[in-house]
């Protein structure tokens, strides 16, 4: 899978899933990805203000509250 529809499939889950909070483990798991390419998914998506990092290690969409 190219590297722009993966991010594009990444984005749609967050969106499909109001309240996803993932960790990077949990995300490569999720994804089906090692975690280094979840790591530069996460990080597309974060550069794009999509997701950000809680202090808690998790990313969350950027429009979502997180605790």
């Not at 993966?6 to 960790?23: A, C, K, W, Y």
């Not at 483990?25 to 089906?32: D, E, F, I, K, S």
Request: proline share 4%; aromatic share 8%; glycine share 4%.
């Amino acid at each position: 899978m190219d590297f722009h529809r993966l991010v594009n499939r990444v984005r749609s889950e967050f969106i499909e899933m109001p309240g996803l909070q993932l960790t990077l483990p949990q995300a490569a798991r999720l994804w089906g990805l090692d975690q280094a390419a979840s790591r530069r998914v996460i990080d597309a998506l974060v550069e794009l203000a999509f997701l950000r990092w809680t202090p808690r290690g998790t990313i969350v969409r950027v429009d979502r509250a997180a605790a």
